[in-house]
């Protein structure tokens, strides 16, 4: 096993996924959905030349042979080859192919996903058998004939961040008190939460001087009613809303508010705000309340399921605001000829 060299099962792995690179540049190239089909076919291509130089591999180190034969590096070449040339034929007959029929591919898509998650977990066990090898050869022979248990950077790694001792050890730092039977180790804290504890402890100590004491930026209550203040400014900008509506009895108002509802109103409560098709406006009974904000919230919104539409799009926020004031103060208790009957409740100001 002197001959054996971890770069080579890095090459391998390296063709493998160039080879992959080069078949999904060609699909993404080409807009058909169905080149997906020969994506998942080429994938699974791929996996069973892996498969076969892994399996190939495990056999020679259980024969005591050199990891990879010469003959099998050859394999591997050609298996990137024959793969390269094969994505480019794959997309050339499937641009000739689509041309002419549309099969449905759905089934047989799901079908080699499967097989090539199949494919992989099967790459991923035999790499782990692999490298259970590989350590266990690289072991340190003892006396007896056994071998000892290659430590991996992996291994020294999580030792590292949790710094736990090994169960060999643990009667070392075994306390000496008991508990219903039960006794406790006295084991380090993770280093891995010291550090993060003491990285809590640095921002803790960087955010109060930053925020408390040079004062760099507003808290986050300043932050808030600072935008708030945008909010309501912004608000006030877009014009008049069911909450800031009022009652504008000046002439000028009165006239823009007689203009907008003759122009939009009166074909369905009539000039005169009788009513015809929509109810009469000159009574105190309303079906969707009488107050200033609901009657505006009603011409501003309309009424689901009635003739009644939303004027959101068709009049302005101050016009709207003009015709309802106009409505409630020049038109309600005007006593017009042959009023509609009176139709919804009796509302009273309060």
Partial sequence: MKNFKIKNILSVLIAMVLTKGAIAQQVVTDSNPEMHYYL?????????????????????????????E??????VVLAFV??????????????????IVEPNYGLVFWLFLLVDLILIIIVF???SVLSGLV????????????YYEVETGFDRFWKGLTNAAPIESEAEVMTDHEYDGIRELDNVLPPWWVWLFNLSTVFAVVYFGYYEV??????????YHAEMLIAEQQAAAIGVTPDNVQLMEDESNMANGQKVFESNCASCHLNSGAGSIGPNLTDE???????LKDVFITVEDGITGTAMVSWKALISPNDRQDVVSYILVKLQGSNPENPKAAEGELYKPE
Wanted: glycine share 10%; net charge negative.
């Fill in 40 to 68: 998942l076919t080429a994938i699974a291509i791929i996996l069973l030349v892996v498969i076969v130089a892994l399996n190939g591999a495990i056999k020679n180190i259980a024969t005591g042979k050199a990891l990879w």
């Fill in 70 to 75: 010469n003959k099998n590096g050859a394999t």
């Fill in 82 to 99: 024959f793969s390269m040339a094969g994505s480019q034929a794959f997309a050339q007959d499937a641009a000739q192919d689509m041309v």
């Fill in 125 to 127: 066990v035999q790499l």
């Fill in 135 to 146: 350590n266990t050869i690289k072991g340190q022979t003892a006396e007896d004939g056994e």
């Fill in 214 to 223: 040079y004062k760099s930026t507003d808290m986050s209550m300043d932050e």
């Fill in 285 to 291: 009974y309303w079906k969707n309340g009488g107050s």
